[in-house]
């Protein structure tokens, strides 16, 4: 078991993240006890998930697909090296630097989102949905002063800068804007060094307790996720092509439709509009193996999946929402495959606990993945045999926020 309650030398010159972390001694006891999750101490994402695959033989494979346009592993590097160098070079982007990413998934924005990783910056990704009160909200805690966005989300963002006197300098796609500056500069951009405990990431919960709160994610804890849920839960493999409705603003989305099959040389395909017509589609068009979406969406697909080819589907993702066992079994009877059960958080990253195949028992969320404990506590703090209580969750990641 490798404990990880050190901190590296930061690459970071912009230490506005490390600075809100809270001191070691604080941390829980983060433990690395599988041996795929012995990382070494400078990591960057992007190099592994785009770099690597391609020094291994990757570069003209799939990496993402969307409506009639796709993108090998070779052109999202150079999509991505484009746009960093206008984040450094245009927009004097400093390493540790939060930037706001808001738009629906789609190429520009996940090339966006690497691009940030590739130049060292801190990506905090948002959901179109936001509006200026709420990007306000958020640009403030974070001291965002950087975004790149999609250009229909451009009122908001400029409402909020107005507001907050944050955002002072937003770049957009799909106006033509940021492609013109993107078409100026080098396509390569090798990826800045930095710590394996460098914040990479920031995600804000829900709000379902309160207020929601930003939480800091490192460079390793994405891959963690990768290396569990995409490795032990899913065995995600180069064949496949993950399809799903969650925002990459979200990190069940994040993990999904990104980061999991890049990590494993596979592909996603972005569904902009995720409509039951719309994601089954996309499953039939590009021959997805994995779906990843909430339980109230499967029981409206499931009155649908006659009209479409789905049996290239492998694996099926609910998270989000309790899925009921009716909804379950329903899915089970249309398509053949059993849905898996996620429980996940923002603040653990991704899913903690679930089962899929054999293990997979309908009404049963499912246990620990790999690497991590949980225990269900009573009032006192003790752990529970049965009956219901807190659940606590201990493993390679989940840092409290100060």
Known sequence: ?????????????????????????????????????????????????????????HGAKPALYQGNTVWTYDELLEQSCRIAHVLVQDQGLVAGNRVLLMAPNALQLAAAWLAVVRA???????????????????ASKAHID?????????????????????????????????????????????????A???????????????????????????????DVVGRHLLETAPTDVYVGSP???FTFGLGALLIFPLRFRGAAAYVEHPTVDGLLDAIERFRATALFTAPTMYRRLVTATRNFNLESLRNCVSAGEPLPKATSDAWYESTGIRLIDGIGSTEMIHIFIGAS??????????????????????????????????????????????
């Not at 990382?39 to 291994?56: C, F, K, M, S």
């Not at 920031?202 to 309160?210: C, K, Q, V, Y």
């Not at 993945?369 to 659940?391: C, F, I, N, W």
């Open 1 to 57: 078991m490798t404990p990880y309650n050190t901190r590296s030398a930061t690459g970071h010159v912009d230490t506005f993240a490390r600075d809100h972390l809270p001191p070691v001694e604080e941390w829980p006891e983060l433990r690395f006890t599988l041996p795929e999750l012995q990382y070494g101490p400078r990591i960057n994402v992007a190099r592994i998930l785009v770099d690597d695959a391609i020094a291994e033989g």
């Open 120 to 138: 060292r910056g801190i990506a905090l990704t948002v959901t179109p949905m936001l509006r200026a009160k709420e990007l306000g909200q958020i």
């Open 146 to 194: 950087l975004a790149l966005c999609e250009a229909g989300a451009l009122p908001e963002v400029h409402q909020a800068a107005s507001a907050t006197g944050r955002l002072g300098r937003v770049l957009s796609w799909g106006n033509g804007e940021l492609e013109t500056r993107m078409a100026q500069q080098p396509s390569r951009f090798p990826p800045v060094d930095t």
């Open 196 to 226: 394996a405990d460098d914040v990479v990431l920031l995600a804000f919960t829900s709000g379902t307790t309160g207020m929601p709160k930003a939480t800091m994610h490192f460079h390793r804890d994405v891959l963690v996720m990768a």
């Open 247 to 249: 925002p990459l603003g």
């Open 357 to 402: 195949g054999v293990e997979v028992r309908p009404g049963a969320t499912g246990k620990p993945l790999p690497g991590y404990e949980a225990v269900v506590l009573d009032a006192s703090g003790q752990p529970h045999k049965l009956g219901t209580g807190r659940l606590a969750v201990s493993g390679p990641d989940g840092l409290p926020l100060s």
